[in-house]
């Protein structure tokens, strides 16, 4: 098992940036990747970014060029840097851990996002 503890949510002016933190702890062993989804109010939680135990990053369109994925291994913890934020971009941010050998999948509580003048 794999524990998400989440943290760095809140409420942003448009233009403003925010840092979300996801520590793992549990038994995590193996090559893994960790990324963040959101969800609306009635929308399907979305991908927004990943980043592999190897340094590999993915973002969506909509993230590209404004937000950055990173990784502490020492810690077992993501990072995501959100900036330039938009309305649109409010939403509840859930963090993933996708344990490669096993192919489990373990989320986070989530972690609300407002951009709001």
């Known amino acids: 098992q794999v524990q998400l503890v989440e943290s760095g949510g809140g409420l942003v002016q448009p233009g403003g940036s925010l840092r979300l933190s996801c520590a793992a702890s549990?038994?995590?062993?193996?090559?893994?990747?960790m990324g963040w989804y959101r969800q609306a109010p009635g929308t399907q939680r979305e991908l927004v970014a990943t980043?592999?135990?190897?340094?590999?990053?993915n973002y969506t369109n909509s993230a590209e060029g404004r937000f950055t994925i990173s990784r502490d291994n020492g810690k077992n913890t993501v990072y995501l840097q959100m900036n330039s934020l938009k309305p649109e971009d409010t939403a509840v941010y859930y963090c993933?851990?996708?344990?490669?050998?096993?192919?489990?999948?373990?989320w986070g509580q989530g972690t609300q996002v407002t951009v709001s003048s």
């Open positions: 993933k851990f996708r344990m490669i050998v096993t192919l489990e999948n373990f």
């Open positions: 980043v592999t135990s190897g340094g590999v990053t």
């Open positions: 549990g038994t995590i062993f193996g090559p893994n990747v």
